[in-house]
């Protein structure tokens, strides 16, 4: 059994977003440690990026109408 790399990055402004570095970290990780289990979980400090964070953690987008912010 490899070791367990657990990848949690942000994104990368301006260049990648969080699910793609996330994915691009992942798949050097597996080419150099083939045996690794790899945990991929791209994160984000609640601005630009973070529903597609949380869409990639498992979270699901639930369209609503809102007035604000006030």
């Known amino acids: 059994m490899g070791p367990v790399v ?10 990648l977003t969080a699910v793609q570095a996330a994915a691009g970290i992942g798949a050097g990780i597996r ?3 083939p045996d690794a289990d ?7 400090d609640g601005g630009e990026g973070t529903v597609e964070a949380a869409v ?3 979270f699901a987008r639930v369209p609503a109408r809102v007035s604000g912010p006030t």
């Open 6 to 15: 657990v990848l949690a990055p942000d994104k990368f402004k301006g260049t």
């Open 38 to 44: 790899v945990r991929v979980l791209p994160i984000a």
């Open 31 to 33: 080419r150099v440690l």
């Open 56 to 58: 990639a953690a498992g």
